[in-house]
């Protein structure tokens, strides 16, 4: 290569935790990869942490450091900023006074782009800069470019994905290895996967998030994390791992949007005239012919549905420094590479979301049950008074232990949480046991 045509490209790093050092140090170890690439020498020339004098799993050189990241983000000789502090403050007013100050930004901050889409690509689109975002969904899975880039002409229909690696682990370990929820949580944070508060995972925010930004990105309309309905994982016991796996399911935590509504006759890549949005992330029993069935311990998928392409499924490692690192890699070489602002600087028009009390599903439903005689006929009744049809129904134990199981024909979700209402309330019915979504069974 002609080092006369080289081009310095000076990169900022907001924060040296797991991500930040991995990235830091993916960077220098692909410098003549970036160079051969891109035509440009990448440098991180400022790095910004809370404490100068912690050691780091990476050696950074002491100059390079600062403990004020508005000394990273008012250089002006820097070209792009990388962030990896996470949450919403100070990371909002970081990453809105780079893109003011001229910098494109990289971000893996999830939580912020969940909430903030708008607001901080209406300043990337004003300053003519680049905002982009591929590791705040599936760390290296490239998820994001594919929506905006190689399916950038196709009309998504249906995103469903495994978005969280944590919760992944846990339900695994529960199907595999018959471990309580409270026992393959613990093994989770033994290894790191789950954090000592795992609320965000465990509770569907994380996977909310997330969801958020691949509705958002896959059907160009603003979807924000409080338009997500949300159920975490809590509730699954070990019961229900044994009718999944007996029954041909295998249980995930899953993250679902799609476009609902009027059909529309053109092939646009945005959602038709008059239809709306769902989105909803829940564990489910999803059926074991369906590929996501397989996706196993700390592993993220997304299965993407188009009217043209069909199905297609990307899967990889959706977490952890170096994975996350090295989509933030990729964003900040394509930074380099492209001379205007990506698909993703776009405004979108905020999304009409469809109720989730509107949408069909099949469900499980396990009731703790009196043993005797008219149970049966007394919890049919109430299937029947709103309009919910049995597909199967099975008893599991007797006397005490006696245990219902239901699955349903499709059903509408707000018919079925009266039906659950009711339930609750018959005097033969000691308590509702578990209620899960059936996907993937059609």
């Given at each position: 290569?002609?080092?006369?045509?080289?081009?310095?490209?000076?990169?900022?790093?907001?924060?040296?935790?797991?991500?930040?050092?991995?990235?830091?140090?993916?960077?220098?170890?692909?410098?003549?990869?970036?160079?051969?690439?891109?035509?440009?020498?990448?440098?991180?020339?400022?790095?910004?942490?809370?404490?100068?004098?912690?050691?780091?799993?990476?050696?950074?050189?002491?100059?390079?450091?600062?403990?004020?990241?508005?000394?990273?983000?008012?250089?002006?000789?820097?070209?792009?900023?990388?962030?990896?502090?996470?949450?919403?403050?100070?990371?909002?007013?970081?990453?809105?006074?780079?893109?003011?100050?001229?910098?494109?930004?990289?971000?893996?901050?999830?939580?912020?782009?969940?909430?903030?889409?708008?607001?901080?690509?209406?300043?990337?689109?004003?300053?003519?800069?680049?905002?982009?975002?591929?590791?705040?969904?599936?760390?290296?899975?490239?998820?994001?470019?594919?929506?905006?880039?190689?399916?950038?002409?196709?009309?998504?229909?249906?995103?469903?994905?495994?978005?969280?690696?944590?919760?992944?682990?846990?339900?695994?370990?529960?199907?595999?290895?018959?471990?309580?929820?409270?026992?393959?949580?613990?093994?989770?944070?033994?290894?790191?996967?789950?954090?000592?508060?795992?609320?965000?995972?465990?509770?569907?925010?994380?996977?909310?998030?997330?969801?958020?930004?691949?509705?958002?990105?896959?059907?160009?309309?603003?979807?924000?994390?409080?338009?997500?309905?949300?159920?975490?994982?809590?509730?699954?016991?070990?019961?229900?791992?044994?009718?999944?796996?007996?029954?041909?399911?295998?249980?995930?935590?899953?993250?679902?949007?799609?476009?609902?509504?009027?059909?529309?006759?053109?092939?646009?890549?945005?959602?038709?005239?008059?239809?709306?949005?769902?989105?909803?992330?829940?564990?489910?029993?999803?059926?074991?012919?369906?590929?996501?069935?397989?996706?196993?311990?700390?592993?993220?998928?997304?299965?993407?549905?188009?009217?043209?392409?069909?199905?297609?499924?990307?899967?990889?490692?959706?977490?952890?420094?170096?994975?996350?690192?090295?989509?933030?890699?990729?964003?900040?070489?394509?930074?380099?590479?492209?001379?205007?602002?990506?698909?993703?600087?776009?405004?979108l028009k905020r999304a009409e979301i469809y109720p989730v009390g509107k949408l069909e599903n099949k469900y499980y439903i396990s009731l703790y049950v009196s043993d005797q005689s008219g149970v049966l006929a007394e919890v049919a009744e109430v299937f029947a008074k709103?309009?919910?049809?049995?597909?199967?129904?099975?008893?599991?134990?007797?006397?005490?232990?006696?245990?219902?199981?239901?699955?349903?024909h499709l059903a509408n979700e707000d018919n079925m949480q009266r039906t659950l209402s009711e339930l609750g309330s018959l005097t033969c019915v000691e308590k509702v046991g578990s209620f899960?979504?059936?996907?993937?069974?059609?």
């Amino acid at each position: 290569m002609n080092t006369s045509s080289r081009k310095v490209v000076s990169v900022g790093l907001l924060g040296c935790g797991t991500v930040g050092a991995s990235f830091f140090r993916l960077m220098e170890e692909s410098r003549a990869q970036i160079l051969e690439t891109t035509g440009a020498e990448l440098s991180i020339t400022k790095v910004a942490v809370k404490d100068k004098n912690k050691q780091r799993s990476v050696y950074i050189p002491p100059e390079l450091i600062c403990d004020d990241p508005m000394d990273v983000v008012g250089d002006d000789s820097i070209d792009i900023v990388v962030e990896c502090i996470g949450g919403i403050n100070p990371a909002l007013e970081l990453i809105s006074a780079s893109l003011e100050g001229k910098k494109s930004v990289v971000t893996a901050n999830k939580e912020l782009l969940a909430r903030h889409w708008n607001q901080l690509h209406d300043k990337a689109a004003a300053n003519k800069v680049q905002l982009f975002c591929e590791a705040a969904v599936g760390g290296a899975i490239p998820v994001v470019r594919a929506l905006e880039v190689s399916l950038a002409g196709e009309k998504i229909r249906r995103v469903t994905g495994i978005l969280n690696g944590t919760t992944n682990y846990i339900l695994t370990k529960m199907s595999e290895e018959s471990l309580a929820y409270e026992d393959a949580l613990r093994e989770a944070q033994d290894l790191g996967f789950a954090e000592a508060d795992p609320t965000a995972d465990v509770g569907g925010h994380d996977a909310a998030s997330k969801l958020a930004i691949l509705a958002s990105t896959a059907f160009h309309s603003e979807v924000k994390a409080d338009d997500v309905f949300c159920e975490g994982i809590e509730k699954v016991t070990a019961a229900d791992m044994d009718f999944a796996k007996r029954s041909g399911y295998s249980i995930k935590l899953l993250a679902v949007a799609e476009t609902l509504g009027p059909n529309d006759s053109d092939d646009l890549p945005t959602a038709a005239a008059g239809q709306k949005i769902a989105v909803r992330v829940y564990p489910a029993m999803v059926s074991l012919t369906h590929p996501l069935a397989s996706v196993r311990l700390s592993f993220n998928a997304c299965f993407l549905e188009g009217a043209a392409s069909g199905e297609l499924m990307l899967y990889g490692r959706g977490a952890g420094g170096l994975p996350t690192a090295s989509a933030i890699l990729g964003d900040v070489m394509t930074a380099v590479s492209c001379a205007s602002p990506a698909i993703s600087s776009a405004l979108l028009k905020r999304a009409e979301i469809y109720p989730v009390g509107k949408l069909e599903n099949k469900y499980y439903i396990s009731l703790y049950v009196s043993d005797q005689s008219g149970v049966l006929a007394e919890v049919a009744e109430v299937f029947a008074k709103n309009k919910v049809s049995i597909r199967s129904m099975e008893q599991i134990g007797m006397f005490d232990e006696a245990r219902l199981v239901f699955i349903t024909h499709l059903a509408n979700e707000d018919n079925m949480q009266r039906t659950l209402s009711e339930l609750g309330s018959l005097t033969c019915v000691e308590k509702v046991g578990s209620f899960l979504r059936v996907y993937g069974d059609e």
